[in-house]
């Protein structure tokens, strides 16, 4: 039978992250961005997990990074969209490439 | 009354002038400094008013006056003093073998009653500690030592200056306008015009005063130094009076810088006798030097160079040859200048500071005194007898006489040669305020070749002046003739014990014919026969009185300050004779014991006293015949021995080219060194400091350009390439989320790539 091993879990993970990296470079949408970065983030919390099933020695550890990781993303967003919601009261929009007063 | 410190009413006298020039000159600064307010009104015009205004005042010579006659009266004072304490006319002891014993009986030592004498007499107080290299501690001191030569020097100095001050109250009285003229000098608006100066006199003389009396009354070389050089500052001051004349200040010039040749000998024997016996003060020389002699600490060379140097000081302020050039020109100064300061007194100083420290002077060193005199009586009595300036042939008739006081301290004539500058004093400033009442009343004309003919015209003058040539001449019962007999028995003494130095009597035997020939021949010229111009005879007119009673009490003291009891008697003379008041102050235990005093010499000038008195009286009478025979009588034309002994004129004429020597080998030289030093200045150093600012300034324009270019250069262009990196830099921060992005994904595949290739160098190590 075809055990679902690591290599399905990092995979998944690389995924996740590249959907979001690509998530986060071609969204307009400031929302839009949060989530990708919400799914970067994951990507990585799929990895700490895979590796805290399938390597003894980093099994409590992969799990609670995973909880860190996913409270710091809770903390995040809250941040990310408040400056979103600040953002669109003194632009009335939400998007990104308006925002470029700290532009070199 | 008695006094415990008589001494100091001697230091009184010298303060007093002092205090008189402080007063002028304060009075005179505070006229400077209030004149610019003097047309504001207020307290500084009043105050300018009070110190004299515009015109000149007379107070100023009042307190002059006042100052030194206050003086004289202190220092007559002083005089019963002294002669109430050391008795009258007595040899000090020890002087008795030497004078054979005549002076012994009267002499009353009088140091058992009161204070001793050392101490009444003379004190001192330190003036500056100075620590010698020995580790012996010095001290300069002011302080004053009154013997019967330092109080009879008072006496006729304060006298003198007294009389003098009167007489220059007269004589100077054109002084006292605002404006005065001077017909000497000519400006491009005529003769000049000056305010007066009488005040400005009056203070010249009292700091001259001052300056004498400090060097009569010092008890130390330095002191003596200090005030030596003071009288030579006013004498500077006052030769150079009417300094806008050029001959005069030319003349002031001379007189000063012919004195500091003089001055420097003097600084070599004094710094001489502070190396080897570390005190300046006489009594403590006197005493060490025999003793460092005889222990041989004091080499004779040293002894007889210290001599030299002090008498070389003495050439110079005496007018010695060969330094007796200035004083015939000093006679630019005001004419009671030249009798007070350039006949009486200041040119005194010189014999006087030769007699003051006569055990310093060795053998040797007396011999050249005494050569040094018999040269400069010749030759200036000499130039005496072709001089038609009135005051130039009583200045070389000064010269010479001075030649003969020094002669006589040369000769070992201690007494004689002092005696004479007393009674030389009194009757040269006689002479010379004569001199003066002529050309005040001449009006300012000084050539005999002018006058002539004045005895009616100004009697009192023309007597006074007679009993001054009288003196002068060495007519017996006239004080000259006592001092001047004094000398030439001396002089004849020492022919006679030294038979190889007979110009030492030669000399000083036809000089005295001299002297009566070129005296009578001024008074001939000045006072006799018919006037030689009209213009000058008939505006000519008597002094007034302030000038002549000076000229009274002068010719007085001229005829009788040398007389003893019976006055016919020569060495009786109560000044200078055998048991006179100078005999006191002889500095004779000093000189035994430096085995200075010659009995021979001394029992020869009195066994032989008759004979040079008689010789002199014979060349004496000749002067007097011939004098009156060329310029009285008339019998033998003046104009034809002129032609007669052209040569003879011409060489005298021109001062035996005394002046033209020293112009060709020192005054030309000196120039021609100065013009190429000159030379060497400004094309050597100027040339080179010219050349090195020239060189700075390119280095630094080079230094300026490496600056700018390759310092600043390298800064700006460090600047230039941070800020266009920077510039591209900027350009990565282009604010789209997108490429920041894209860069960190980059950022993570390079890290990735990075930590792979490390991990495989890891697990491919071990």
Known sequence: ?104 | MQLDNPGLLYVAATLLPLASFVLLLLAGALRSVARPYRDQGGIGASLYETMGGDRPQRTGAYVATAAIGLAFLLSLVGFIYFVKDHGFGGHREGAHAVAGGQGGGEAKPAEQEGAPAETRWANHLDFANIALHSGKATVLTLGYYIDSLSAIMFLMVTLIATLIHVFSIGYMSEELTPVVEDHQVHTEHGPLQRRGRFGRFFLYLSLFCFSMLNLVLADNLFQVFISWELVGVCSYLLIGFYYERRSASNAANKAFITNRVGDAGFLIGLLILWTYLGTFNFQDIFRELPQRLADGSLPHWIWVVTGLGIFLGCVGKSAQFPLHVWLPDAMEGPTPVSALIHAATMVAAGVYLVARVYPLFSAEARLVIAYTGAITLFVAATIAIVMTDIKKVLAYSTVSQLGYMMLALGVGGWVAGIFHLLTHAFFKALLFLCSGSVIYGCHHEQEMTKMGGLYPKMKTTALTMMAGVLAIGGIPLFSGWYSKDAILAQALGFFLLHKEHFLLFLLPLVTAGLTAFYMFRMWFMTFTGKPRDEHVYEHAHESPRTMTVPLIILAVCSIMIAWGMPPWQAELSYLGGHEGLLQMSEPTAPLESLHLADRQLTEYVHENHMVSERLAYVVGGLGLLFAALLYYWRVLDPADAKVQFAGVHRFLWHKWYFDELYSAILVRPALTIANWCRVFDTRVIDGLIDNTGKATIKLARWDGIFDNGVVDGLVNVTGRVIYASGARLRNLQTGFIRSYILFLVLAAIAIFFVLSYFLTLAQAGP
């Open chain 1, 1 to 104: 039978m075809n055990v679902i091993g690591l290599d399905a879990y990092l995979l998944l993970g690389a995924l996740l992250f590249v959907c979001g990296a690509l998530c986060m470079a071609m969204k307009r949408n400031a929302i839009g961005v949060l989530m990708g970065v919400e799914l970067v983030l994951n990507g990585a919390n799929i990895n700490f997990v895979a590796f805290a099933r399938y390597n003894p020695t980093f099994q409590i550890e992969g799990q609670v990074f995973a909880l860190f990781v996913i409270v710091m993303a809770a903390a995040e967003a809250a941040i990310a969209l408040a400056i979103v919601l600040n953002f669109y009261n003194n632009h009335l929009t939400v998007d990104v490439d308006t925002a470029e007063e700290l532009k070199g």
